[in-house]
């Protein structure tokens, strides 16, 4: 695979020269009509040790607009780092629509070195390649312009390339022991290298393997294919934009639609409605269950088990007075609660799962989710807020997220509270006698009740293509509030049960 | 994730004798239309067992054309199958273009059933999921409809279908014991199933979950979803064509030049063009290595191993004499020339992969392709006769395809036969003046030439991305024809050689 960037490629000064202006005047333009356009670009530089990485980054840097370009470059996980899912640090790094973000030392550094040294297997080096191809797909399929650039050297030339690197003061630091260790291995870091463009070389992110011997002819064609790959991905989105607007013009063909498929019951249906738990019953067990949660938080906090507790219901179903109830047993530092509202300026540039990830707390602390990541294919889908396309797509992009939670070890529990449309009426009612409780009632509950079929399809489906054994959702019987917040309280606390036992398992 | 398939849906007789005319003659009506369509139609039937795939199977066959529904399932690989990789027979029974293929026990049953019994790791296990994605991804992205059903019925359920089924004599022969092992390993089913559903759903092949339990309403979903997604992806592929062709109107911008980027060496203006072989010596090496060759191949038909050699190479460069010298120290029966001429019809409305994988033959035998899978990235690319995305992914799609060939022990040597352009002149004119050499040369061969560069520039990147440890390329310098013969003849017996050795290491 890399033999044909082994030919001695090179770029005389004379031909450099000739062709930097015109590249770098271009680059700068592209860049500010970036700006406007509805796509971040990812370029992502890695490669053998001494090819040259830095020194091309470098100069894209000086070249462009450093607004509108960010270098991240990753080391050994930091304290804040080491204590979230691996592909935290680089969820909140990912650049907003409109920049350009360069990424050295990436995603793809584990995956290589860890088969280089044979710590992980061939299948184990194919699960990490298969979440980096998820990870870029999840990016592309907003959007993203994804380009990544293997910058190669033959063994004989990365030893030159070293010791020329290690002689120059200004240079030497680039190079470490590690770079040496690495150069030995060259046919182990060779071999994972090669599977690693091929199972993640796809076409929504494609590698260029580039020759990296010649610092002129490396940088020439790296800047180059950015170039070009700007220029056509903005002029595709265009296009793209004009045929979406030419589609919605059509009228769509009816969907056949069949009485007597849809009027099924749904998982909603299942639910026993008339659960309750009264008076002294419910306080007994509220104290006992709080107890028992605080307990079980101290120890998972000693641990660093994080809990992300996910609260999706009905309009006036009670997820707030819920939260409360359980939150009240847990120390105010250790717990975060996140209501989900329209997302914020910045969030709107991002993917929409990088507001959730942000969130993600340290080890040890509780997070709990007002509303979630499940807006997707809950309102957006009801609203149509986004495609059939996005939506449809959005459960595998759920799931690879809460595999990733489940992965570090983190507590997950998700819960639907349901109440049947009549206790809704009810609770509407009263809110708008109430003074103190007007204003939680608004013109949009209204209109969600209009469409609670379409939600209850929704909810069905949420609940079958994501209720999975690492994340499963708990349906909630809650026309009796404190039925629901018992079995709330005493679900998490099972969960946090588990969580805590298996890490004591692993440590 | 399977809890919502368990709410016992169901619909009366009265409510499926009013859906059915409708839906069967709605079917009916879109297998005609299919028939005219540029795309084949695979579905997929999985599941629980018992929870009625060959009933719904039969409904479906019953009410559907058979001439353009072909039903496949899969056993225990038969003696012809299990002597080649395992995709090959699900390669050969893909349906064309315009016919609808349904497979019950699929390339998802292995997986399924290995995981239940623990025989693979879950990283195993998501790598077998892997080359399912990419086995989809690569039918769907040249426009193949992929519908995928998974019937599900809860433990309790499962067992009384079984014993309904095992008690009425026209269906007890679908019961048997694994039926019933399975079933007491519910839970490990499960979750390997759950597992198989979430990494293999995708939005070009997705799954949907089916409560099995009550025949009407899994056959009703099922075939209303099939009627669903055929006449949605006849429309789309429509809107798809009109827009392609109006984007073809337009003039695409014209990608910058970079002349000092472009006239760079490529792989080929590596070799060393003047090497030669002589008289005795030639005489000497090809009766050696013929030798060797007739030696190594009983061993490798011995132990099973087959020999796949892909000849490419410049017009006039000298396979078909090369391929010659080196079949004569075969036997016949043993060996199959496949010459790759334009396709012929019941390959163009297949895959463009299908026909090599038809090609593949039983263990021990040599197969050699006289141009092969490799015209995707050379002639197709060069004509135009495809999309620059296709070529693009089918550097992954051939890799893949070579990974199969290669874990499966067959021996796998590809050869680029290169001349110079003056080379090639003089052979050329050669060929014009010798009556029995006449009909070798076309005015394509002409036109080939003037294509020079750009050809040069397809091979540079073919073996840039596809030469791997698993199946490298090798370059044969032949101006001179008998240092060429010598040089593939010596290349085959050491991949030959290294095969058999490989093969005693696992037997």
Same mark, same amino acid.
Request: net charge neutral; glycine share 6%.
């Given at each position: ?14 031909? #450099? ?10 680059? /700068? ?15 992502? #530089? ?27 470059? &990753? ?63 999840? /990016? ?29 003061? /200004? ?34 992110? =494609? ?31 265009? $296009? ?6 030419? +589609? ?9 639609? %069949? ?5 099924? =019951? ?10 309750? $738990? ?26 660093? %088990? ?28 250790? *717990?975060?609660? +996140? ?16 507001? #959730? ?10 997070? *709990? ?7 997707? *294919?809950? *309102? ?20 690879? #997220? ?8 983190? $507590? ?42 379409? &939600? ?13 054994? /690492?994340?499963?959702?708990?349906? $909630? ?31």
């Amino acid at each position: 695979m890399f033999e044909a960037a082994e030919l001695g490629r090179k770029l005389s000064r004379e031909d #450099f020269d000739a062709l930097a202006p015109q590249l770098r005047n271009d680059l /700068l333009e592209l860049q500010f009509k970036l700006r406007s356009a509805d796509f971040p670009v990812i370029i992502v #530089f890695a490669g053998v040790d001494g090819a040259g990485k830095n020194e091309t980054a470098n100069l894209l840097a000086e070249w462009m607009d450093p607004r509108w370009l960010v270098t991240r470059a &990753y080391g050994t996980p930091s304290d804040e780092e080491g204590e979230r899912p691996l592909y935290w640090r680089y969820w909140r790094d990912l650049p907003p629509k409109g920049k350009i973000g360069l990424f050295l030392s990436s995603w793809y550094h584990g995956p290589l070195v860890d088969r280089a040294f044979g710590t992980i297997s061939v299948a184990e080096q194919d699960e990490r390649l298969e979440r980096i191809v998820n990870f870029e797909q999840t /990016l592309a399929d907003e959007g993203a312009l994804i380009l990544k650039f293997w910058m190669h050297l033959s063994q004989k030339a990365q030893k030159k390339r070293l010791e020329k690197l290690a002689k120059d003061p /200004l240079t030497a630091w680039q190079v470490t022991e590690s770079d040496w260790t690495h150069w030995k291995m060259y046919d182990k870091f060779a071999a994972a290298a090669e599977r690693l463009v091929m199972h993640t070389s796809k076409g929504h992110a =494609p590698w260029t393997v580039v020759e990296g011997q010649d610092t002129r002819y490396r940088s020439a064609v790296v800047l180059n294919s950015i170039r070009d790959a700007i220029g056509r991905h903005i002029e595709a989105r265009e $296009v793209a934009r004009q045929v979406a607007s030419e +589609i919605k013009k059509k009228p769509a063909k009816a969907k056949v639609s %069949v009485a007597a498929l849809e009027s099924q =019951p749904s998982i909603l249906s299942s639910l026993d409605m008339t659960l309750t $738990v009264e008076g002294d019953e419910y306080n007994r067990e509220l104290q006992e269950q709080r107890g028992r949660l605080a307990n079980l938080h101290r120890k998972a906090k000693d641990k660093g %088990v994080s809990t992300v507790l996910v609260f999706e219901g009905w309009d006036a179903a009670g997820k707030g007075g819920t939260v409360r109830r359980m939150t009240a047993a847990l120390n105010a530092r250790d *717990v975060q609660v +996140i209501p989900i509202a329209a997302p914020t300026e910045e969030e709107r540039a991002q993917h929409y799962l990088w507001r #959730f990830w942000r969130h993600l707390s340290r080890a040890g602390r509780v997070t *709990v989710f007002d509303r979630s990541w499940y807006g997707r *294919v809950l *309102v957006e889908r009801v609203e149509g807020f986004c495609s059939e396309e996005a939506w449809r797509r959005a459960y595998a992009e759920i799931n690879d #997220f809460e595999e990733q939670l489940a992965e570090h070890g983190i $507590v997950l529990a998700k819960f639907w509270l349901h109440i049947t449309p009549e206790e809704q009426l009810a609770r509407f009612k009263l809110r708008e006698t109430i003074d103190y409780k007007k204003w939680k009632l608004t013109d949009e509950d209204w209109r969600n009740r209009d469409r609670w079929p379409a &939600y209850e399809a929704a909810i069905n489906d949420m609940v079958e293509r994501t209720s999975t054994r /690492l994340a499963p959702w708990t349906l $909630v019987e809650a026309n009796n509030k404190s039925y629901a917040r018992v079995k709330v309280l005493r679900t998490v606390c099972d969960a946090l049960e588990a969580g805590v036992k298996a890490a004591r398992g692993k440590k």
